[in-house]
Nanobody, 114 residues
Framework: QVQLVESGGGLVQAGGSLTLSCAAS????????MAWYRQAPGKQRELVAS???????NYADSVKGRFTISRDNAKNMVYLQANRLNSEDTAVYYC????????WGQGTQVTVSS
């Protein structure tokens, strides 16, 4: 069954850090590129970061230097290390392929308090 399950979100103070995790079914993970997206209240979903199976990474300008995407090909897991969080990072975070080809999971809420 095709599945994406995100976890690791929470409430954090500005300047803090979180590590998000995504468990993907093998049929999804076999795709070359995996990505993290986020959707803030009242805004469209946006691409945050992506990573190929060869660990080539790309980031949105808004998170470059603060966020790090990684993957474990043996475990079908994708991670997002988010540092120096600010209020603009408050959103529901999702993982999917890049571009998104599969149904969205439930996401994980990240709330940054100032």
């Amino acid at each position: 069954q095709v599945q994406l399950v995100e976890s690791g979100g929470g409430l954090v103070q500005a300047g803090g850090s979180l590590t998000l995790s995504c468990a993907a079914s093998e049929s999804i993970f076999r795709r070359n590129r995996m990505a993290w997206y986020r959707q803030a209240p009242g805004k469209q979903r946006e691409l945050v970061a992506s990573i190929t199976s060869a660990h080539i990474r790309n980031y949105a300008d808004s998170v470059k230097g603060r966020f790090t995407i990684s993957r474990d090909n043996a475990k079908n897991m994708v991670y997002l290390q988010a540092n120096r969080l600010n209020s603009e990072d408050t959103a529901v975070y999702y993982c999917n392929t890049g571009p998104a080809l599969f149904s969205w999971g439930q996401g994980t809420q990240v709330t940054v308090s100032s």
